[in-house]
């Protein structure tokens, strides 16, 4: 089942609900995550009967979660102590109740209130546990004082690191890291993943990341956001039949190139062969036709002079990548844009292409059958903003273009974002190493192949997958730090190849 991933104030409704739909206090919905944590840590053997187990509480809700673990693994014999932390006259109302129902002896409670406490702790060997319950998924402002010194002496510990529904000091709302935050080995989500444990910062300081069921009721009622997992896609891609021709795998043609940057469309074009294209054509600038890349002799090339040489795009054409490489705008970049969307060509943009659209933005109405892949630095340029206000906010922004537009946007990250307005998918497919050049123009013709008679959305989903599942398998080849763009097209059709149905017979196009 794929839970939605919800905000948190998404979440918060969702928690209220609960409370009326079951007919419970807000101590008893905590009581039922400390269940569903504490079974997850004992099945998973997450704490050793010999482990040394420090539980860090705050004042808040995330506080209370924590003390009714401690209360869990002290009734069980564990080794444990409370560290509260933070001014507990501000204690929420159910953390107090919570602190009082368990019950836990003095000498097992330490009280930090201020810096020169935390430095009065001393260094932790290992074979110890660490509890982050600090705070939850109400964080929007920078962690400091008593806080960010606990959170800096959690950091220098060897210990093992467990941090309830997400590490203390991300932003629930959009992955950021708020100036100081814990690095957790082990991240808990309660019931369904906030975004912010899968945007930006957070995968680096999540560790292992798993969701926990804990009874919680309401969340079907924002079922547009979710995972983008591998069971959803598993069995989307037909086996070919015997009786086809390469026309029944679509054509794809990318327009890009400028003088230096003639690789660029070359990848495109590459990936959306390897993804399993029928025929794959370049368009390059006349000017520097000469000067194009080397590609593979099953790619077709040719050069262009003005809008007219694609007049008969719609007939042989089942989708255009626009940008990769294409440089400084030209008015007759603006020409080819404009007529690919007034006759409803299915189109990606990507890289410069994006600057020509923002340059067409206010002339343009709906456009469909148009997906844009921008990352953060490009999607702020469409705003006329900075790649730090999208960062905060990066749902807005996509959300903003999708209204305006109709279109499908693919905004690229740590985890990329894949929306049209009806629902939104986060992948955390991939890894660092496919930061490098030419990475976003193979997704480009990877996506792109996966248009022909199919929405952009699921298009998108396919394509976003597919390349991601080829970059972990080029790191498996050649090591995250050495690994070319080129390395995941020859990975592509292996990671196409795991999406086909067990059965021949079925799925047959």
Known sequence: MNFPILTPDEMRIVDKKTLKVKGISSLELMEQAVDAMYAHIRERKLIRPNDKVFVFA????NGGDGIGLAGKLLQDGYNVRLVLVGNMESMSEETQAMLENVAIASERILRLSDGKD?????????KSVFIDALFGIGLDKEVTGVYADVIRWINRQKAFVISVDIPSGINAENGLKEKHAVRADHTVSIQNFKTGNLLQD???????????????????????????????????????????????????????????????????????????????????????????????????????????????????TSAVVFG????????????????????DVPTLIDADGLKVFKEIMPTIEQCENVILTPHMGEMAKLFDT????????????????????????????????LADGNVQYFSVKGHPGMATAGSG?????????????????????I????????????????????????????????AVATLKPNDYNSLNE
């Open 118 to 126: 935390v430095e009065s702790l001393p260094d932790i060997a290992a």
């Open 202 to 316: 957070a995968l680096d300081y999540s560790g292992e990341l798993v969701r926990l069921d804990a009874g919680i009721v309401g969340d079907k009622d924002f079922a547009n956001r979710f995972l983008l997992a591998d069971a959803t896609l598993q069995g989307t891609l037909p086996w070919r039949k015997h009786h086809t021709h390469k026309y029944h795998y679509g054509s794809v043609l990318t327009i890009g190139g400028s003088e230096g940057m003639m690789g660029a469309p070359n990848l495109a074009a590459e990936a959306a062969l390897r993804s399993g294209t029928g025929l794959s054509r370049l368009a390059l600038p006349r000017d520097c036709y000469d000067q194009r890349a080397p590609a593979l002799s099953d790619i077709m090339s040719a050069p262009y002079d003005d809008a007219n040489d694609f007049a008969d795009l719609p007939a042989k």
């Open 324 to 343: 990769p490489g294409m440089g400084d705008i030209r008015p007759i970049h603006i020409e080819i844009l404009k007529r690919l969307i007034q006759e």
């Open 386 to 417: 900075t790649p730090a206000q999208v960062m905060r906010n990066p749902l807005y922004y996509v959300n903003s273009l999708i209204a305006r537009y109709g279109l499908c946007v693919v905004l690229k990250g740590p985890c990329t974002i």
């Open 441 to 461: 123009d193979v997704l480009s013709g990877t996506i792109a192949r996966f248009m022909h008679n199919r929405s952009p959305l699921e298009a998108a989903k």
């Open 463 to 494: 394509g976003v997958y597919v390349h991601g599942l080829a970059g972990e398998y080029a790191a498996e080849y050649f090591g995250e730090e050495g690994m070319l763009a080129s390395d995941i097209i020859a990975c592509l059709p292996e």
């Open 58 to 61: 705050g004042t808040g809700n």
